[in-house]
């Protein structure tokens, strides 16, 4: 049976019970305790919908089937299709962003409901409230997927001065019974820490019929929809004659909270031939530091850039790539966390940095290679793209040109540039007038490229949601809210 245990020495559950505990109890991460035989060039086989099927009947039984799968999908993504590639010069571009809320989240967002509704009902429980924290778009993919499904109630909490104002309308504008949206003067690393403190606190003082859970890539219901574009690209680069099976091709992948290319290294375990895993950063580049010399140091000014869903500097998903790379030993893992939190730093040897460089590489962008980085590839090869997934093309660019590894790279296009028009603008060159759906009439304009719709739609909607809360009202906040939803806790 395909179980999973925490990071930190916790025992093992089964799959539908991590996923509905999110976090577990002793605040480390579920991870898979073995990992399942997989037959990797069968996996390849058939559209992507076939290909998660196969991937969650493995990593997660008993919560997903391929006929739920199609249904989840169903109508959400244009042409209905998770993940598109296109050649742009030299290197692909994996496009992840044509679901509901127009950015990469949705590939896993839209599934995990569906996933949680099955494990509830094996669970028995009665009713499940998701917390989720979020630097811009897991807030609002969350909300699409969860607002109005029976059993359930989703809170989001975003930094109030950290996300774009296309972001904070999508969440502010969020219709639906069961939704709660609230702003937290701090940063993305205030709102993700006192949202697991909410959840360590609260999960202990509710009645078994209740659950709490997350919504975060802390979640492997999550992480494990995350691998199937890994696979789907991998065939389609087959199909299009890029590869012969068995090649090994490299990702660059603009990383926060380290869930999206974590996905990409389990598929690699499940034996998908990927080479280098490039993790590529903005300004808050605690990562690219981590790769280079094997120290973690969180002790730095937390920078605010035109790609927010990437301003981390605690990033959560690395306890899971650190336990992986220790050789599965949670006493050490715990001891990388404890130091984090009470010194702000850890640092690991030598050997296990060697390690993990096997599988990664890491670079970071400033502002200004960011801004030039959508200018040139706008002005040389009509590619239009958005500051996170800009940090993507650039840091890739720089690997093949520096590295000699001439093996095919494959860029992770995470959002839509219809989503942060200001910053894509100023970057070719524009002065900003007006707000940002002027801004996005602007794009359009220039580029001959339309909006997604329900960006557009933005304009017209009403705002819902006003709250505004310091971090440390955030325990409370979600005490009340739970009362109001009929939790007694
Ligand atoms: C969330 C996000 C990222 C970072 O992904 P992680 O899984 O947090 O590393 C990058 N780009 C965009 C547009 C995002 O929304």
């Known amino acids: 049976m395909m179980e999973y245990r925490s990071t930190r020495g916790g025992g093992a559950v089964d799959a539908p019970r991590a996923l509905m505990e999110g976090l577990a109890a002793d605040r480390g991460l579920y991870v898979p305790a073995a990992w399942p035989e997989f037959d990797w060039r069968s996996a390849l086989q058939g559209d992507e919908y076939a ?6 009947e493995a990593m997660m039984p008993g919560c997903a089937d391929e006929e739920m799968i199609r249904r ?6 244009t042409d209905g299709q998770l993940c598109p590639l296109k050649a742009v010069g030299d290197v692909w571009a994996m496009e992840l962003y044509h679901g509901p809320t127009s950015a990469f989240k949705d590939v896993a967002l839209t599934m995990l409901p569906h996933l949680m509704s099955r494990a509830r009902q094996g669970q028995g429980s009665r009713r499940v409230s998701i917390l989720t924290a979020t630097s811009g778009d897991t807030g609002k993919a969350a909300l699409e997927g969860f607002h109005d499904v029976e059993g359930t109630g989703i809170a989001v909490f975003y930094p109030e001065k950290g996300v774009s104002q296309v972001q904070r309308l999508q969440m502010a504008t969020q219709e639906g019974r069961n939704v709660r949206v609230c702003a937290v003067r701090g940063n993305f690393d205030d709102c993700q820490s006192a949202v697991k403190e909410a959840f360590v606190r609260l999960s202990a003082q509710l009645p078994p019929e209740e659950a709490l859970s997350s919504a975060n890539s802390i979640n ?4 494990m929809p995350q691998i ?3 696979f789907a690209c991998y065939a389609e680069l087959c199909r299009r004659g890029a590869i012969r099976l068995g090649e090994t091709v490299n990702f660059s992948v603009p990383t926060g909270n380290f869930g999206d290319i974590l996905a990409g290294y389990y598929a690699k375990k499940l034996g998908l031939p990927v080479g280098r895993l490039l993790c590529a950063s903005n300004e808050n580049h605690v990562l690219t530091d981590f790769f280079r010399t094997g120290v973690y140091d969180k002790r730095r000014p937390f920078r605010l850039t ?18 992986d790379g220790c050789g599965e030993d949670a006493g050490q893992v715990r001891g990388f966390m404890e130091r984090l939190e009470r010194e702000g730093s850890f640092c690991i040897g030598g050997d296990m940095l060697r390690r993990l460089r096997e599988s990664f590489e890491a670079d970071y962008c400033t502002e200004e290679e960011t801004a030039e980085e959508i200018a040139r590839l706008w002005r040389e090869r009509r590619y239009l793209c958005d500051p996170h997934s800009a940090v993507g093309f650039a840091c890739g660019r720089r690997y093949r040109e520096q590295s000699g590894d001439g093996r095919p790279m494959v860029v992770l296009s995470t959002a839509s540039p219809f989503k942060f028009p200001a910053a894509v603008l100023a970057a070719l060159g524009e002065r900003e007038e007006g707000d940002e759906f002027a801004g996005m009439a602007r794009l359009a304009a220039l580029t001959g490229q339309t909006p997604p719709p329900a960006l557009a739609a933005l304009r017209e909607k009403r705002v819902l949601h006003r709250d505004v809360i310091d971090r440390e009202e955030i325990v409370d906040y979600v005490a009340r809210w739970l009362r109001e939803e009929g939790a007694p806790c």
């Open 228 to 230: 199937t574009y890994y």
């Open 51 to 56: 290909m998660e099927a196969r991937i969650l």
């Open 220 to 223: 492997i219901g999550r992480l």
């Open 306 to 323: 035109t790609s927010p869903s990437m301003d981390i500097l605690v990033s959560s998903n690395l306890e899971r790539l650190l336990f």
């Open 72 to 77: 989840a999908y169903a109508g959400k993504f």
